[in-house]
């Protein structure tokens, strides 16, 4: 089985500058999604593919052993340009080096590293048990829901629920359909994803694998103190 590991990282970012090279707990926040890697390494055969228009970000992780010829293109680079995209014309360019084709493409988000090998792992083991299954994300349970403590401006200008249980109006939480965040940490597809014409990770055949630890995202600066928080003081219940 061959694996392409994807890690994305475009230089420009307005929210946290400089984010995905940024010292977090003392090693580049991208130096975590590469940990990770190589632990995959000891159970698959993998390949870890960098995608970046960014010359300072080169020149990070191939202190971390990660080397690339292949350069981001400038309409893939910027605020607008769509991840599956980004992804695929790396996985074109990946393959163009070898004479396969990859089996499964992990992409490993920079900005959202709290994940473990073990969550990587179960995930990919729910894609192969399902034949028809197209991709998978991670996710968490959700704190908010939409057919409990969510609401919406209707067209009359009053507000009511995003959403109607089918069983009538949840009155607890508890009794409430199950909703979950994507918390962006990582995406799992077959490679025939890439053939199939679908431009966001969540299709119709889509899995979720829900992580039982915190996941976030890092999109504003005070998300960046919080994770290097955790980190520096060891307040994660889980190894990375």
């Given at each position: 089985?061959?694996?392409?590991?994807?890690?994305?990282?475009?230089?420009?970012?307005?929210g946290?500058?400089?984010k995905?090279?940024?010292?977090i707990a003392?090693?580049?926040?991208?130096?975590?999604?590469?940990?990770l890697?190589?632990?995959?390494?000891?159970?698959?055969?993998?390949?870890?593919?960098?995608?970046?228009?960014?010359?300072?970000?080169?020149?990070?992780?191939?202190?971390?052993?990660?080397?690339?010829?292949?350069?981001?293109?400038?309409?893939?680079?910027?605020?607008?340009?769509?991840?599956?995209?980004?992804?695929?014309?790396?996985?074109?360019?990946?393959?163009?080096?070898?004479?396969?084709?990859?089996?499964?493409?992990?992409?490993?988000?920079?900005?959202s590293?709290?994940?473990?090998?073990?969550?990587?792992?179960?995930?990919?083991?729910?894609?192969i048990?399902?034949?028809?299954?197209?991709?998978?994300?991670?996710?968490?349970?959700?704190?908010?829901?939409?057919?409990?403590n969510?609401?919406?401006e209707?067209?009359?200008?009053?507000?009511?629920?995003?959403?109607?249980?089918?069983?009538?109006?949840?009155?607890?939480?508890?009794?409430?359909?199950?909703?979950?965040?994507?918390?962006?940490?990582?995406?799992?597809?077959?490679?025939s994803?890439?053939?199939?014409?679908?431009?966001?990770?969540?299709?119709?055949?889509?899995?979720?694998?829900?992580?039982?630890?915190?996941?976030?995202?890092?999109?504003?600066?005070?998300?960046?103190?919080?994770?290097e928080?955790?980190?520096?003081?060891?307040?994660?219940?889980?190894?990375?």
């Amino acid at each position: 089985m061959n694996i392409l590991i994807t890690l994305c990282a475009r230089g420009g970012s307005k929210g946290i500058p400089g984010k995905n090279i940024k010292l977090i707990a003392g090693k580049p926040l991208i130096a975590y999604s590469i940990d990770l890697a190589n632990r995959l390494k000891e159970k698959w055969n993998v390949k870890v593919a960098l995608s970046t228009d960014d010359s300072e970000i080169k020149s990070v992780v191939a202190a971390y052993d990660v080397f690339t010829e292949y350069v981001r293109p400038k309409y893939l680079a910027t605020d607008v340009a769509g991840k599956i995209d980004t992804i695929k014309d790396l996985l074109l360019y990946e393959e163009s080096l070898v004479d396969y084709k990859y089996d499964f493409i992990l992409d490993l988000d920079v900005t959202s590293p709290l994940r473990t090998a073990e969550d990587v792992i179960k995930a990919l083991e729910l894609i192969i048990a399902n034949s028809e299954v197209k991709n998978l994300f991670s996710v968490n349970q959700a704190a908010r829901n939409p057919y409990f403590n969510m609401v919406e401006e209707n067209s009359n200008g009053f507000y009511s629920l995003v959403k109607t249980n089918p069983d009538g109006s949840a009155m607890t939480r508890q009794s409430a359909p199950k909703v979950y965040d994507l918390n962006a940490s990582f995406y799992w597809y077959r490679r025939s994803f890439f053939d199939s014409g679908d431009k966001t990770a969540i299709t119709d055949k889509s899995l979720i694998y829900v992580m039982s630890h915190i996941c976030f995202d890092l999109d504003h600066p005070v998300d960046f103190l919080f994770m290097e928080y955790l980190l520096q003081n060891n307040k994660l219940d889980f190894e990375l």
